[in-house]
Protein backbone atom coordinates (compact mmCIF):
# COMPACT_ATOMS: atom_id res chain seq x y z
CA UNK A 1 0.00 0.00 0.00
CA UNK A 2 1.17 3.50 -0.64
CA UNK A 3 2.70 5.67 2.67
CA UNK A 4 0.25 7.63 4.39
CA UNK A 5 -0.30 11.11 2.36
CA UNK A 6 0.05 14.47 3.46
CA UNK A 7 -2.58 16.68 4.47
CA UNK A 8 -3.46 18.83 2.14
CA UNK A 9 -5.72 22.02 1.86
CA UNK A 10 -9.07 21.19 -0.20
CA UNK A 11 -8.82 21.94 -3.95
CA UNK A 12 -10.15 25.55 -5.52
CA UNK A 13 -13.71 24.20 -6.32
CA UNK A 14 -13.21 25.91 -9.67
CA UNK A 15 -10.83 23.34 -11.61
CA UNK A 16 -11.57 20.45 -9.46
CA UNK A 17 -10.77 17.45 -12.39
CA UNK A 18 -7.59 19.48 -12.75
CA UNK A 19 -5.99 19.92 -9.36
CA UNK A 20 -6.89 16.63 -8.48
CA UNK A 21 -4.83 15.34 -11.84
CA UNK A 22 -1.79 17.65 -10.92
CA UNK A 23 -2.09 16.63 -7.13
CA UNK A 24 -2.52 12.62 -7.81
CA UNK A 25 0.34 12.88 -11.04
CA UNK A 26 3.01 15.02 -8.29
CA UNK A 27 2.37 11.81 -6.09
CA UNK A 28 3.43 9.55 -8.61
CA UNK A 29 6.39 11.66 -9.83
CA UNK A 30 7.26 12.60 -6.37
CA UNK A 31 7.26 8.50 -5.62
CA UNK A 32 4.76 9.36 -2.79
CA UNK A 33 2.89 6.17 -4.75
CA UNK A 34 5.79 3.70 -5.99
CA UNK A 35 4.71 1.60 -9.14
CA UNK A 36 2.70 -1.55 -7.89
CA UNK A 37 1.23 -0.10 -4.82
CA UNK A 38 -2.42 -0.01 -4.71
CA UNK A 39 -4.55 3.39 -4.69
CA UNK A 40 -6.28 4.12 -0.90
CA UNK A 41 -9.89 3.86 -1.68
CA UNK A 42 -12.18 6.36 -3.61
CA UNK A 43 -13.52 7.55 -0.31
CA UNK A 44 -10.45 8.14 1.14
CA UNK A 45 -8.68 10.21 -1.98
CA UNK A 46 -12.19 12.42 -2.13
CA UNK A 47 -11.94 13.20 1.50
CA UNK A 48 -8.13 14.10 1.22
CA UNK A 49 -8.85 15.97 -1.91
CA UNK A 50 -12.51 17.54 -0.16
CA UNK A 51 -13.66 17.14 -3.55
CA UNK A 52 -17.06 14.87 -5.01
CA UNK A 53 -16.27 11.42 -6.63
CA UNK A 54 -17.40 12.36 -9.89
CA UNK A 55 -14.28 14.62 -10.24
CA UNK A 56 -11.55 12.00 -8.64
CA UNK A 57 -12.89 9.39 -11.21
CA UNK A 58 -12.62 12.00 -13.73
CA UNK A 59 -8.73 12.81 -12.87
CA UNK A 60 -7.55 9.18 -12.17
CA UNK A 61 -9.33 8.00 -15.90
CA UNK A 62 -7.15 10.65 -17.21
CA UNK A 63 -3.89 9.23 -15.52
CA UNK A 64 -5.34 6.09 -16.68
CA UNK A 65 -5.12 7.33 -20.21
CA UNK A 66 -1.78 8.58 -20.33
CA UNK A 67 -1.06 5.28 -18.34
CA UNK A 68 0.33 6.12 -14.99
CA UNK A 69 -2.35 4.04 -13.11
CA UNK A 70 -3.84 1.06 -14.28
CA UNK A 71 -7.50 -0.16 -13.10
CA UNK A 72 -8.31 -3.89 -12.76
CA UNK A 73 -12.43 -4.86 -11.99
CA UNK A 74 -12.70 -5.71 -8.43
CA UNK A 75 -9.10 -5.73 -7.31
CA UNK A 76 -8.69 -1.79 -7.35
CA UNK A 77 -6.59 0.58 -9.07
CA UNK A 78 -2.53 0.29 -9.21
CA UNK A 79 0.33 2.60 -9.98
CA UNK A 80 2.19 1.37 -13.38
CA UNK A 81 5.97 1.14 -14.22
CA UNK A 82 7.59 4.70 -14.95
CA UNK A 83 8.30 3.50 -18.21
CA UNK A 84 4.58 2.38 -19.37
CA UNK A 85 3.67 5.92 -18.63
CA UNK A 86 6.61 7.53 -20.31
CA UNK A 87 5.80 4.91 -23.49
CA UNK A 88 2.45 5.73 -24.08
CA UNK A 89 2.40 9.09 -25.59
CA UNK A 90 4.99 7.89 -27.81
CA UNK A 91 2.77 4.83 -28.71
CA UNK A 92 0.17 7.13 -29.45
CA UNK A 93 2.24 9.04 -31.94
CA UNK A 94 3.22 5.88 -33.37
CA UNK A 95 -0.69 4.89 -33.72
CA UNK A 96 -2.29 5.49 -37.14
CA UNK A 97 0.85 6.14 -39.20
CA UNK A 98 2.72 4.85 -41.90
CA UNK A 99 5.12 3.39 -39.31
CA UNK A 100 8.43 4.63 -41.10
CA UNK A 101 8.87 5.69 -37.66
CA UNK A 102 9.72 2.05 -36.41
CA UNK A 103 12.92 1.81 -37.99
CA UNK A 104 14.55 4.98 -36.37
CA UNK A 105 13.34 3.04 -33.12
CA UNK A 106 14.82 -0.54 -34.25
CA UNK A 107 18.04 1.35 -34.80
CA UNK A 108 17.69 3.32 -30.99
CA UNK A 109 17.01 -0.23 -29.69
CA UNK A 110 19.71 -1.87 -31.41
CA UNK A 111 22.09 0.67 -30.04
CA UNK A 112 21.19 0.39 -26.96
CA UNK A 113 21.16 -3.44 -26.54
CA UNK A 114 24.03 -4.28 -28.37
CA UNK A 115 26.17 -1.68 -25.46
CA UNK A 116 23.83 -3.26 -22.96
CA UNK A 117 25.15 -6.61 -23.55
CA UNK A 118 28.76 -5.78 -23.40
CA UNK A 119 28.24 -3.83 -20.32
CA UNK A 120 26.39 -7.05 -19.15
CA UNK A 121 29.42 -9.19 -20.12
CA UNK A 122 31.87 -7.18 -18.46
CA UNK A 123 29.97 -6.58 -14.81
CA UNK A 124 26.91 -9.45 -14.74
CA UNK A 125 27.49 -11.42 -11.30
CA UNK A 126 26.98 -14.73 -11.15
CA UNK A 127 23.76 -14.80 -10.23
CA UNK A 128 22.60 -12.30 -12.82
CA UNK A 129 23.99 -14.53 -15.23
CA UNK A 130 21.35 -17.36 -13.59
CA UNK A 131 18.45 -14.71 -14.37
CA UNK A 132 19.31 -14.86 -18.05
CA UNK A 133 19.55 -18.58 -18.01
CA UNK A 134 16.13 -18.50 -16.79
CA UNK A 135 14.72 -16.50 -19.13
CA UNK A 136 16.60 -18.63 -22.22
CA UNK A 137 14.92 -22.00 -19.96
CA UNK A 138 11.44 -20.23 -20.32
CA UNK A 139 11.50 -19.58 -24.07
CA UNK A 140 12.68 -23.15 -24.15
CA UNK A 141 9.15 -24.00 -22.29
CA UNK A 142 7.48 -21.93 -24.28
CA UNK A 143 7.99 -23.60 -27.48
CA UNK A 144 7.75 -26.77 -25.89
CA UNK A 145 4.28 -25.87 -25.34
CA UNK A 146 3.56 -24.43 -28.10
CA UNK A 147 2.51 -21.06 -26.62
CA UNK A 148 3.90 -17.67 -27.55
CA UNK A 149 8.09 -16.73 -26.41
CA UNK A 150 7.23 -13.09 -26.15
CA UNK A 151 7.19 -13.00 -22.54
CA UNK A 152 10.41 -15.12 -22.22
CA UNK A 153 11.99 -12.50 -24.34
CA UNK A 154 11.00 -9.85 -22.52
CA UNK A 155 12.44 -11.08 -19.59
CA UNK A 156 15.55 -12.43 -21.48
CA UNK A 157 16.37 -8.65 -22.80
CA UNK A 158 15.49 -7.07 -19.00
CA UNK A 159 17.65 -9.76 -17.12
CA UNK A 160 20.46 -8.37 -19.60
CA UNK A 161 19.53 -4.80 -19.03
CA UNK A 162 19.47 -5.26 -15.41
CA UNK A 163 23.11 -7.42 -15.06
CA UNK A 164 24.55 -4.14 -17.26
CA UNK A 165 24.37 -1.83 -14.13
CA UNK A 166 23.04 0.88 -15.95
CA UNK A 167 19.40 2.34 -14.63
CA UNK A 168 19.76 4.83 -17.68
CA UNK A 169 19.52 2.61 -20.33
CA UNK A 170 17.75 -0.37 -18.66
CA UNK A 171 14.74 2.16 -18.31
CA UNK A 172 15.58 3.11 -21.92
CA UNK A 173 15.17 -0.67 -23.10
CA UNK A 174 11.90 -1.29 -21.74
CA UNK A 175 10.37 1.95 -22.85
CA UNK A 176 10.86 1.49 -26.39
CA UNK A 177 9.98 -2.81 -25.83
CA UNK A 178 6.71 -1.29 -24.57
CA UNK A 179 6.11 0.87 -27.46
CA UNK A 180 7.38 -1.87 -29.93
CA UNK A 181 5.04 -4.73 -28.04
CA UNK A 182 2.54 -5.35 -30.49
CA UNK A 183 5.23 -5.82 -33.28
CA UNK A 184 7.58 -8.09 -31.69
CA UNK A 185 4.36 -10.24 -30.94
CA UNK A 186 3.18 -10.88 -34.06
CA UNK A 187 6.72 -11.00 -34.80
CA UNK A 188 7.23 -14.38 -32.68
CA UNK A 189 3.92 -15.66 -34.39
CA UNK A 190 5.57 -16.39 -37.49
CA UNK A 191 6.49 -20.07 -38.25
CA UNK A 192 10.10 -21.05 -37.41
CA UNK A 193 10.69 -17.46 -35.51
CA UNK A 194 10.78 -18.38 -32.16
CA UNK A 195 13.55 -21.17 -32.57
CA UNK A 196 15.76 -19.03 -34.67
CA UNK A 197 15.14 -16.45 -31.93
CA UNK A 198 16.36 -18.60 -28.73
CA UNK A 199 19.36 -20.03 -31.01
CA UNK A 200 20.46 -16.31 -30.66
CA UNK A 201 19.87 -15.73 -27.57
CA UNK A 202 21.79 -18.42 -26.27
CA UNK A 203 24.72 -17.70 -28.60
CA UNK A 204 24.01 -14.20 -26.38
CA UNK A 205 24.01 -15.64 -23.44
CA UNK A 206 27.15 -17.70 -24.19
CA UNK A 207 29.29 -14.68 -24.85
CA UNK A 208 27.73 -12.91 -21.72
CA UNK A 209 28.30 -16.14 -19.44
CA UNK A 210 32.27 -16.09 -20.05
CA UNK A 211 32.45 -12.61 -19.92
CA UNK A 212 33.10 -11.76 -23.43
CA UNK A 213 32.29 -7.93 -24.27
CA UNK A 214 33.35 -7.68 -27.98
CA UNK A 215 31.18 -11.22 -28.88
CA UNK A 216 28.55 -10.34 -26.72
CA UNK A 217 27.82 -7.17 -28.70
CA UNK A 218 28.23 -8.59 -31.78
CA UNK A 219 26.26 -11.39 -31.50
CA UNK A 220 23.71 -9.33 -29.75
CA UNK A 221 23.10 -6.64 -32.83
CA UNK A 222 23.24 -9.53 -35.28
CA UNK A 223 19.92 -10.85 -33.40
CA UNK A 224 18.32 -7.18 -33.56
CA UNK A 225 19.44 -6.29 -36.84
CA UNK A 226 17.30 -9.82 -38.12
CA UNK A 227 14.53 -8.50 -35.51
CA UNK A 228 14.23 -5.61 -37.62
CA UNK A 229 13.69 -6.93 -40.75
CA UNK A 230 10.82 -9.12 -39.31
CA UNK A 231 9.01 -6.55 -37.62
CA UNK A 232 9.37 -4.29 -40.51
CA UNK A 233 8.10 -7.46 -42.73
CA UNK A 234 5.13 -7.70 -40.12
CA UNK A 235 4.15 -4.30 -40.53
CA UNK A 236 4.08 -4.14 -44.40
CA UNK A 237 1.83 -7.22 -44.04
CA UNK A 238 -0.47 -5.96 -41.21
CA UNK A 239 -1.09 -2.71 -43.47
CA UNK A 240 -2.00 -4.67 -46.32
CA UNK A 241 -4.14 -6.91 -44.71
CA UNK A 242 -5.36 -3.80 -42.99
CA UNK A 243 -6.07 -2.00 -46.69
CA UNK A 244 -7.38 -5.06 -47.69
CA UNK A 245 -10.46 -5.83 -45.41
CA UNK A 246 -10.54 -1.84 -45.27
CA UNK A 247 -11.70 -2.16 -48.91
CA UNK A 248 -13.59 -5.51 -49.36
CA UNK A 249 -15.72 -3.33 -46.35
CA UNK A 250 -16.07 -0.37 -48.23
CA UNK A 251 -17.28 -2.31 -51.76
CA UNK A 252 -19.39 -4.67 -49.42
CA UNK A 253 -21.27 -1.13 -48.49
CA UNK A 254 -21.70 0.09 -51.83
CA UNK A 255 -23.46 -2.80 -52.74
CA UNK A 256 -25.48 -2.70 -50.18
CA UNK A 257 -26.56 0.94 -51.13
CA UNK A 258 -26.88 -0.41 -54.57
CA UNK A 259 -29.25 -3.06 -53.41
CA UNK A 260 -30.95 -0.94 -51.16
CA UNK A 261 -32.11 1.88 -53.92
CA UNK A 262 -32.99 -1.29 -56.54
Known sequence: MPRS???????????????????????????TWKAGDRLPPERELCQQFGIARTSLREALKAMELVGMLDSRVGDGTFVCARS???????????????????????????????????????????????????????????????????????????????????EVLKNAVQLLRNVMRQWLYY??????????????????????????????RSVMRKHLEETMQLVIQVVAEHKVRSQTKTKVTHNGLNHNLRHARE
Open 5 to 31: LKPVRALPRTTLTEAAFEQLIEYVVKG
Open 84 to 166: EFLSRPLLWAFTGTDHNELRDIMEARTIIEENLAGLAAERASDDEIAQIAIAIQQMRDSIAANSSILEADLNFHLSIAAAAHN
Open 187 to 216: KVLIPNVAPAVLKRHEAIYRAIAAHKSRAA
